[in-house]
């Protein structure tokens, strides 16, 4: 008997096993379907766009992102990426009025700028400048009022100009002291603005008092004197000009368009004479005067008093005939023109009178130019 039930227990044990091995298994996990198209590529030969759209299949809720819509392989405009169009150059004059601007209602900056080889703090200083250079300082307290070496000035212009390469080379490239001293006095006042004066000028008024006070500073944007108005019919002989404009000392807010366009001019010679070889000493196609000394200064001045841009012309241009025999000052508009007493007095030619009379607000010694020249002068 005990070796029937063992029988039966044993069948019973191996028909239990029979059974679940031969029973129905658990489906399979739901994986999405792919055609063969979206199999999955490496790095290496990644499609351009996703080949998948909508929703990914199956129900699971952690991929709800959902896909941009397939482009489409003939559309060239949306699978190729498009160019970035380069701005255009903009031209000298257009960089000069982007980087300074001109604010005619903006206040004249309290600045006062002069170059020498020398500070006044320096021994090498020369005593006979001394006094006038003093002047500026002691006629405008609260001004700033700097006296930058030719170094010094490098790296100023180096500051200023980085954006306007072309200026900085040009600025760079001059071969002669008097030229960059020249340069610097438009590159100063059109970047800073202010007043420029040479070393060699002793202020003899404020410069507050130039300009009667009815008259607003807000519809001033650039004083000058006159230096030569030789009523004479050998004039050519002495002069470049019939009227000549002083540039010993110029005051102007930043930005003021004369200011551009004489730098720009310019930047233009100096460059074209370099590229043809021929910016050396004594090789110039220009002389100082009308490469960048008082010529080309007045021609600024007058250019931009007949420019339509700036004025509204009406009759014949503005020419020397309306500043010849002045003895007050007269503006024109945002500029104002001093008389040759202003700037020169005591010359005792071409109507200046002396130092003491109400009119006279600068004197100049012309010593700091002359001194400065070695085998170019001015004439």
């Keep these: 008997m005990p070796n029937y039930r063992r029988a039966l227990v044993l069948a019973v044990f191996i028909l239990t096993a029979l059974y679940l091995l031969s029973g129905p298994r658990s489906p399979p996990p739901i994986t999405s379907q792919r055609r063969?198209?979206?199999t999955p590529k490496s790095d290496g030969d990644a499609a351009p766009y996703p080949m998948s759209t909508g929703r990914p299949n199956g129900p699971s809720k952690q991929e709800t992102r959902l896909y941009p819509p397939p482009r489409q392989r003939?559309?060239?405009?949306?699978?190729?990426?498009q160019p970035i169009t380069q701005p255009l150059p903009k031209s000298l004059r257009e960089q000069l009025q982007y980087q300074f601007p001109y604010d005619l209602e903006g206040k004249f900056p309290a600045y006062i700028w002069q170059t020498w080889k020398y500070t006044p703090a320096s021994g090498e200083f020369a005593d006979n400048f001394r006094a006038a250079e003093a002047s500026w300082t002691e006629k405008h307290p609260?001004?700033?009022?700097?006296?930058?070496?030719?170094?010094a000035a490098v790296y100023l212009m180096r500051h200023l100009y980085a954006s306007v390469p072309d200026v900085l080379e040009a600025y760079n490239s001059l071969p002669v002291p008097v030229l960059k001293?020249?340069?610097?006095?438009?590159?100063?006042?059109?970047?800073r603005g202010g007043i420029y004066t040479d070393i060699d000028t002793t202020a003899l008024v404020s410069t507050t008092d130039w300009i009667p006070e009815e008259v607003p500073r807000s519809t001033i944007g650039l004083i000058v004197g006159i230096e030569a108005d030789p009523n004479r019919t050998d004039w050519r002989d002495w002069y470049s000009r019939r009227i000549q404009f002083c540039q010993w000392t110029i005051q102007a807010k930043p930005?003021?368009?004369?200011?551009r366009d004489i730098v720009a001019t310019?930047?233009?010679d100096i460059l074209r004479m370099k590229k043809k070889g021929i910016l050396k000493n004594g090789?110039?196609?220009?002389s100082i005067v009308e490469f960048t000394g008082p010529a080309v200064w007045t021609d600024a001045i007058f250019n931009y008093l007949n420019d339509p841009t700036y004025f509204k012309m009406e009759g014949k241009n503005i020419t020397w005939e309306a500043f010849t025999?002045?003895?007050i000052a007269k503006k024109v508009g945002d500029v104002v023109v001093l008389p040759i007493t202003s700037f020169s007095p005591g010359v005792q030619q071409m109507g200046s009178k002396e130092p003491d009379d109400p009119m006279a607000f600068v004197k100049h010694d012309f010593e700091g130019k002359l001194l400065d020249v070695d085998p170019i002068q001015h004439n």
Excluded: C, N, W
């Design 283 to 286: 090789k110039m196609d220009k």
């Design 142 to 151: 609260g001004f700033v009022h700097e006296v930058l070496t030719d170094q």
């Design 255 to 259: 930005g003021h368009p004369v200011l």
């Design 181 to 191: 001293a020249d340069f610097f006095r438009y590159l100063i006042l059109l970047a």
């Design 266 to 268: 310019i930047t233009e």
């Design 325 to 327: 025999g002045m003895e």
């Design 36 to 38: 063969p198209t979206d």
């Design 74 to 81: 003939g559309d060239k405009t949306s699978s190729s990426q």
